[in-house]
């Protein structure tokens, strides 16, 4: 079965940068996009970029520009997400999500498959 | 960017009961292609997001036939037949079209 299994929760302070794992099982991982949602506590959803596993083309929101990268590991078929100069407002909860193929089509920013999600805190 | 407004932010139901959530786009959703870039999501207590319609109107695999989708352009409809226990947690609308991808703040839904 489809998987996407997140790194745990992470603590930084102000300044630094994290990365976030996302590794995919059941299915090929070239094969379907993956974007990044976060949540902050309480909060509703925010679209952050996706990435294609099997070119590397990425796409990111502009108010992520120059903070996110979003890169992946084929042989391991794990996907990443590195957001630097964090600070108290990126505490939340970071989602990989995979990219939706029905029988005909593929779509990048429909989400069918999420991982459990990873905390990230940023505190001082 | 594309504002998402949904109505109610939250609503009680009793089961086997109806419910309707409406969803409004700030922005034409309708793309040349012919098809609306409008999905509805339900974020169930302590999980993570699931898809549940995609393209206005089209239910994933595994989604019960009492959650339909209705709507065009700018104002689109998540309704559920008859609630039951297990549809408790927020609903959210997403806008495909145009980034950045955008939510509604979120429709609360709880059990009577």
């Known amino acids: 079965q489809v998987q996407l299994v997140q790194s745990g929760a992470e603590v930084k302070k102000p300044g630094a940068s994290v990365k976030v794992s996302c590794k995919a099982s059941?299915?090929?991982?070239?094969?379907?996009?993956i974007n990044w949602v976060r949540q902050a506590t309480g909060q509703g959803l925010e679209w952050m970029g996706w990435?294609?596993?099997?070119?590397?083309?990425?796409g990111y929101a502009q108010k992520f520009q120059g903070r996110v990268t979003m890169t992946r590991n084929t042989s391991i078929s794990t996907a990443y997400m590195e957001l630097s100069s964090l600070r108290s407002e990126d505490t939340a909860v970071y989602y990989c999500?995979?990219?939706?193929?029905?029988?005909?089509?593929?779509?990048?920013?429909?989400?069918?498959?999420w991982g459990q999600g990873t905390l990230v805190t940023v505190s001082s | 960017d594309i504002v998402m407004t949904q109505t109610p932010l939250s609503l009680s139901v009793t089961p086997g009961q109806p419910a309707s959530i409406s969803c409004k786009s700030s922005?034409?959703?309708?793309?040349?292609?012919?098809?609306?870039?409008l999905y509805w999501y339900l974020q169930k207590p302590g999980q993570s997001p699931q898809l549940l319609i995609y393209?206005?109107?089209s239910r994933f695999s595994g989604v019960p036939d009492r959650f339909s989708g209705s709507g065009s352009g700018t104002d689109f409809t998540l309704k559920i037949s008859r609630v039951e226990a297990e549809d408790v947690g927020v609903y959210y609308c997403?806008?495909?079209?145009?980034?950045?991808?955008?939510f509604g703040q979120g429709t609360k839904l709880e059990i009577k």
């Open positions: 990435m294609n596993p099997n070119s590397g083309n990425t």
């Open positions: 922005q034409s959703l309708l793309h040349s292609d012919g098809k609306t870039y």
């Open positions: 059941g299915y090929t991982f070239t094969s379907y996009d």
């Open positions: 999500a995979r990219g939706f193929c029905s029988s005909t089509s593929c779509y990048t920013i429909i989400f069918d498959y």
């Open positions: 393209e206005v109107s």
């Open positions: 997403m806008q495909g079209i145009h980034p950045p991808y955008t």
